[in-house]
C-alpha cells in the first residue's frame, strides 16, 4: 500500500490461491470516467531511465477508479523495482482543462517489495473461496481416506493452521445406498471421523471441528447409477470463519 497525498492510496494485493491485483482507492475521486494514459516516468535522482508509455487503463466511477488485471499489476511492480515511477494521467471530472497526474513513488519501493516477497512465501496455497465449502470422496463400502483426500486435506489443514479468523470446521459424512439406513449412518460415522482424524494428525485442533453424519439422507446424485453412487460417497467439509472476518470481504 502506497499513501498518495491529496487522492488516497495505491494497493497491490494479492489473496492465498488467487491473482495479484492492483488498484487505485480514492474516497473523493476526482477523475473522470474514460481511459487514462499510463506511463512509467524516470525519477529525478535517476535521469538516465528511459520513460515508457505502457497504453491505456480503464477509469471508473466509485472510490476504486482504477483497476488492473494480473499481468499489468505484475509489470507495474517491474517498473517500480527498476527505478521507474507509474503515472496514470487523466483529466478531472469537475473541469475539462484541468488534467490530474497520479503517480506512485518508487523511492523505498525495494524494501516494501522484500517485505511483500515475504508475505507470498507464508501465503497458504489456496485461499478461502476454494476452501469455504469442499468435498472428499470414499471406495464403495469403506472408510479410509484415499491419496488424493489426503492430498486435499493437507491444504485444508495447512489453511487452518495458519489462518486465525476460523471460527469452526463443519465435516458432514454421508453415503450411498447401497446398504440399510442404520449401517449407512454409521459408515458415514466412520467416514467423517477419519476426516477428522487426519486433520488431527495434521495439528488441527478437534475443538475447532464439529462432526456430523447423515448416510443416504442427502444423495447429490442419483443413486441410479455408478458414477450417481460414487458421488454420493462423501464427506464435505465447510469452514466458518468469525462474523466480523465475513463482513470484511
Known amino acids: 500500500v502506497q499513501d498518495i497525498p491529496d487522492f488516497g492510496r495505491a494497493v ?39 520513460e515508457l508509455d505502457l497504453g491505456v487503463v480503464a477509469v471508473r466511477d466509485g472510490v ?24 496514470f494521467l487523466r483529466r478531472s471530472w469537475y473541469a475539462d482543462e484541468m488534467p490530474i497526474e497520479v503517480g506512485l513513488s518508487p523511492a523505498t519501493f525495494r524494501l516494501a517489495h522484500r517485505e511483500y516477497q515475504r508475505c507470498l512465501g507464508q501465503l497458504a496455497p489456496v485461499g478461502f473461496a476454494k476452501l469455504e465449502r469442499s468435498r472428499v470422496h470414499f471406495a464403495s463400502d469403506r ?3 484415499l491419496p488424493k483426500t489426503a492430498a486435499w486435506l493437507d491444504i485444508v489443514a495447512d489453511y487452518l493452521l495458519r489462518a486465525d479468523d476460523v471460527e469452526r470446521l463443519y465435516i458432514d459424512g454421508h453415503t450411498d445406498d447401497t446398504h440399510t439406513s442404520t449401517y449407512n449412518v454409521e459408515l458415514s460415522r466412520k467416514r467423517a471421523e477419519a476426516v477428522a482424524g487426519y486433520l488431527a494428525t495434521k495439528g488441527v485442533s478437534r475443538n ?30 465447510r469452514v466458518e470463519r468469525v462474523p466480523s472476518q465475513i463482513a470484511k470481504r
Open 12 to 50: 497491490f494485493e494479492r489473496e492465498a490461491g488467487g491473482e495479484l491485483r492492483f488498484f487505485l482507492h480514492s474516497p473523493k475521486q476526482p477523475l473522470a470516467p474514460g481511459q487514462a494514459s499510463l506511463r512509467a516516468k524516470a525519477p529525478a535522482w535517476h535521469p538516465q531511465l528511459e
Open 64 to 87: 476504486l477508479p482504477i483497476q488492473v488485471d494480473a499481468a499489468m499489476a505484475a509489470r507495474l511492480l517491474a517498473e517500480l523495482y527498476q527505478g521507474r515511477a507509474p503515472a
Open 143 to 145: 472408510a479410509e481416506i
Open 208 to 237: 475447532l471441528i464439529t462432526i456430523r453424519f447423515h448416510g443416504e439422507r442427502y444423495p447429490v446424485k442419483p443413486n441410479t447409477s455408478l458414477a450417481g453412487k460414487a458421488y454420493n460417497r462423501r464427506v464435505t467439509l
